[in-house]
């Protein structure tokens, strides 16, 4: 049984910085492309950014050149360092894995709340 369980979420004043953490189990990890998703009440889920099983990494407009996202294979593993946190980041931060050998296995996080405010 696959679970993601996120924690780092919090609040933190705009300009700051909070690192999300995702740790995985029930999982062969390196198989696996990981990503972090937000979502905002009354928005879709959005991508923020990923990162393959080979280390390839893409992010959303909005994160690029303030967030970077990083696994660690041993420890099971996955990350996002946000830095020049704005309210509009304001956002119920995902976890989010998938299956690379076998496409619909995919599985969430419960959601950790990221709020930047004043």
């Known amino acids: 049984q696959v679970q993601l369980v996120e924690s780092g979420g919090g609040r933190v004043q705009p300009g700051g910085s909070l690192r999300l953490s995702c740790e995985a189990s029930g999982m062969i990890f390196t198989i696996y492309d990981m990503a972090w998703y937000r979502q905002v009440p009354g928005k879709q889920r959005e991508l923020v950014a990923k990162?393959?099983?080979?280390?390839?990494?893409n992010y959303a407009d909005s994160a690029k050149g303030r967030f970077t996202i990083s696994r660690d294979n041993n420890k099971e593993a996955v990350y996002l360092q946000m830095t020049s946190l704005k309210p509009d980041d304001t956002a119920v931060y995902y976890c989010y894995a998938i299956d690379t050998d076998y496409l619909a296995d995919e599985y969430w996080g419960q959601g950790t709340q990221v709020t930047v405010s004043s």
């Open positions: 990162i393959s099983t080979r280390g390839s990494i």
